[in-house]
């Protein structure tokens, strides 16, 4: 039915594998990576700073939709041919996203993307599940994870050089040699058995799932800023999508190959750590955009100069991610570490709740180091405890649906911060702006650009760096709390022995009879 490995691979062949994987992870790392100090000229250049999160809610969007598709196709298909086709659907999106002239083309090619994003991750960590044993893969996952560490710290750094001295066009076409050499690595040397199996992909249960995400995202978006709470518009969209992840579920329990299939919520551990990854999503990944946009407009740091200020929280990201792998393949436990993860990054976020004009950055890295560390205790490790507790024939589906929800925290999570945090930064520039001087501005031409904040003469310009610095600052604390459930659900992980072989997994105390580990169908 799926793509297994041998028995026992050649430490060689498990090397030239563990290459092409990493080039493939360093593709899709240095994506998220290298758009973060890039993006606040980016939406400047194309006018569109109100609409900041958007640009990165559109490629979690789509890769959060495509993400179980992509799993399911390489427990049918074969990792290999799907892993090149996700390369391929990213590199087009890329050199569409280099070309974009307005703020809406940029938010659709960031849509294709994420398209192909959505395979890359979880197709990698798959094949990684298919070659190593889960005793053996914190050890691989810890390394893979520092991959992303390194591009969290290389990233920035690109990114801001190539929009200071290049073009931030470059930090979209930077990918195509990148994803040509993986494709040509990955052809050369991945060779997993395939077994071939007609393929019914649920199109269906895609097309809701897309159409009730989408719904809701927008209704996070507009409601309160574009449209009252209570207009007709709001209330219809929220309605539109609620109905639609109903009918999703209700597909999904139907559908003879369900995108995400509703029998993987009868084991323990995916559904514990499902919302611990959707709670985690949420926090990080819709409050850390705003990092680069504190550094560069309340600090007037350049796109380059605010990506090494990141890098305390990438080294605590690579420092801890490469040391819990290691950790867990020298003592056989992994539940303590998204604990500790968790409440880190809970502490990180608290305290970057305290970002102002005049905090000195020494204050800054520590907190960004303290969020970082605990990042990287959290993700991989929670894709270990569900990889090692299905069957080894069910890892894509189910690598992919811990993924998803991850992604889908982390979409909606962006869109709910950027609305909270454009909400407070209207309400705050209310406050720090006479009403005389406001009605003379024209609407929106604080917000829409940071050349526009950069002009602005004093002492309007310090009233508005301290009204954006009061909006962050409230973000950061609301994360902070959201991150805090995330500590809270994270003690409920059951704790699996770590299987040493490709076997059957084990069953828990928290899992009934009727309902084994080893197989969900």
Request: aromatic share 8%; proline share 5%; glycine share 10%.
């Given at each position: 039915?799926?793509?297994?490995?041998?028995?026992?691979?050649?430490?060689?062949?498990?090397?030239?594998?563990m290459?092409?994987?990493?080039?493939?992870?360093?593709?899709?790392a240095?994506?998220?990576t290298?758009?973060?100090t890039?993006?606040?000229?980016?939406v400047?250049?194309?006018?569109?700073?109100?609409?900041?999160?958007?640009v990165?809610?559109?490629?979690?969007?789509?890769?959060?939709?495509?993400?179980?598709?992509?799993g399911?196709?390489s427990?049918m298909i074969?990792?290999?041919?799907?892993?090149?086709?996700?390369?391929?659907?990213?590199?087009?999106g890329?050199?569409?996203a280099?070309?974009?002239q307005?703020m809406?083309q940029?938010?659709?090619?960031?849509?294709?993307q994420?398209?192909?994003g959505?395979?890359?991750m979880?197709?990698?960590?798959?094949?990684?599940?298919?070659?190593?044993?889960?005793?053996?893969r914190?050890?691989y996952?810890?390394?893979?994870?520092?991959?992303?560490g390194?591009?969290?710290?290389?990233?920035?750094?690109?990114?801001g050089?190539?929009?200071?001295?290049?073009?931030?066009?470059?930090?979209?076409?930077?990918?195509?040699?990148?994803?040509?050499?993986?494709?040509?690595?990955?052809?050369?040397?991945?060779?997993?058995?395939?077994?071939?199996?007609?393929?019914?992909?649920?199109?269906?249960?895609?097309?809701?799932?897309?159409?009730?995400v989408?719904?809701?995202l927008?209704?996070?978006?507009?409601?309160?800023?574009?449209?009252?709470?209570?207009?007709?518009?709001i209330?219809?969209?929220?309605?539109?999508?609620?109905?639609?992840i109903?009918?999703f579920?209700?597909?999904?329990?139907?559908?003879?190959?369900?995108?995400v299939?509703?029998?993987l919520f009868r084991?323990?551990?995916?559904?514990t750590?499902?919302?611990?990854?959707?709670?985690?999503?949420?926090?990080?990944?819709?409050?850390?955009?705003?990092?680069?946009?504190?550094?560069?407009?309340?600090?007037?740091?350049t796109?380059?100069m605010s990506?090494?200020q990141?890098?305390p929280?990438?080294?605590?990201?690579m420092?801890?991610?490469?040391g819990?792998?290691?950790?867990?393949v020298?003592?056989?436990?992994?539940?303590?570490?998204?604990?500790?993860?968790?409440?880190?990054?809970?502490?990180?976020?608290?305290?970057?709740?305290?970002?102002?004009?005049t905090?000195?950055?020494?204050?800054?890295?520590?907190?960004?180091f303290?969020?970082g560390?605990g990042?990287?205790?959290?993700?991989?490790?929670?894709v270990?405890?569900?990889?090692?507790?299905?069957?080894?024939?069910?890892?894509g589906?189910a690598?992919?649906?811990?993924t998803?929800?991850?992604?889908?925290g982390?979409s909606?999570?962006?869109?709910?911060?950027?609305?909270?945090?454009?909400?407070?930064?209207?309400?705050?520039?209310?406050?720090?702006?006479?009403p005389?001087v406001?009605?003379?501005?024209?609407?929106?031409?604080?917000?829409?650009?940071?050349?526009?904040?950069?002009?602005?003469?004093?002492?309007l310009?310090?009233?508005?760096?301290g009204?954006?610095?009061?909006a962050?600052?409230?973000?950061?604390?609301?994360a902070?709390i959201v991150?805090?459930v995330?500590?809270?659900?994270?003690?409920?992980?059951?704790e699996?022995?770590?299987?040493?072989?490709?076997?059957?997994?084990?069953?828990?105390a928290?899992?009934?009879?009727?309902?084994?580990?080893v197989?969900?169908?």
């Amino acid at each position: 039915m799926s793509s297994t490995a041998a028995p026992a691979e050649h430490p060689r062949r498990i090397g030239l594998i563990m290459t092409a994987l990493m080039m493939t992870m360093l593709l899709a790392a240095l994506d998220q990576t290298i758009v973060s100090t890039a993006l606040p000229t980016i939406v400047s250049d194309l006018k569109g700073l109100n609409q900041y999160s958007w640009v990165v809610t559109a490629y979690l969007l789509t890769s959060t939709a495509s993400t179980p598709i992509w799993g399911k196709l390489s427990d049918m298909i074969g990792r290999k041919l799907i892993l090149q086709s996700a390369v391929i659907v990213f590199l087009v999106g890329s050199v569409l996203a280099g070309m974009a002239q307005t703020m809406w083309q940029l938010i659709l090619t960031r849509g294709i993307q994420g398209l192909g994003g959505g395979g890359l991750m979880v197709l990698v960590l798959a094949v990684i599940a298919d070659v190593i044993p889960p005793r053996e893969r914190g050890r691989y996952t810890g390394i893979f994870t520092g991959v992303f560490g390194f591009a969290s710290i290389i990233g920035p750094l690109l990114g801001g050089f190539f929009t200071q001295h290049l073009s931030w066009r470059w930090i979209f076409y930077i990918n195509i040699p990148l994803g040509i050499a993986a494709l040509l690595v990955i052809g050369a040397v991945l060779h997993i058995p395939v077994t071939h199996k007609r393929v019914a992909i649920d199109w269906l249960g895609a097309g809701l799932l897309i159409a009730g995400v989408t719904t809701l995202l927008l209704v996070t978006e507009w409601g309160g800023q574009k449209y009252p709470w209570g207009s007709t518009t709001i209330l219809v969209l929220s309605a539109a999508g609620l109905i639609s992840i109903v009918l999703f579920v209700l597909q999904e329990f139907r559908a003879p190959d369900p995108i995400v299939s509703m029998k993987l919520f009868r084991n323990v551990v995916f559904t514990t750590t499902s919302a611990i990854g959707f709670v985690v999503g949420f926090a990080m990944f819709g409050s850390i955009i705003f990092l680069s946009l504190y550094l560069q407009i309340v600090h007037g740091a350049t796109p380059t100069m605010s990506g090494l200020q990141l890098l305390p929280m990438m080294l605590g990201i690579m420092i801890s991610s490469i040391g819990s792998g290691q950790l867990i393949v020298r003592i056989g436990h992994y539940k303590p570490f998204p604990i500790i993860g968790t409440g880190l990054a809970a502490v990180g976020l608290y305290l970057l709740s305290y970002v102002s004009p005049t905090l000195p950055y020494w204050k800054l890295s520590i907190a960004m180091f303290i969020l970082g560390f605990g990042m990287g205790n959290v993700m991989q490790v929670l894709v270990l405890a569900v990889q090692n507790a299905v069957d080894v024939r069910l890892i894509g589906a189910a690598t992919s649906g811990s993924t998803f929800f991850r992604s889908i925290g982390g979409s909606f999570g962006t869109a709910v911060f950027g609305a909270l945090m454009t909400s407070r930064l209207a309400s705050e520039l209310a406050k720090a702006i006479p009403p005389d001087v406001a009605a003379k501005m024209p609407h929106g031409s604080i917000t829409s650009s940071m050349a526009g904040v950069a002009k602005l003469a004093e002492p309007l310009h310090t009233a508005v760096v301290g009204a954006f610095a009061r909006a962050i600052s409230h973000t950061f604390l609301v994360a902070s709390i959201v991150m805090a459930v995330g500590f809270a659900i994270s003690w409920f992980i059951p704790e699996n022995p770590l299987r040493t072989h490709h076997g059957p997994a084990p069953t828990t105390a928290e899992e009934s009879s009727d309902v084994p580990a080893v197989s969900l169908d």
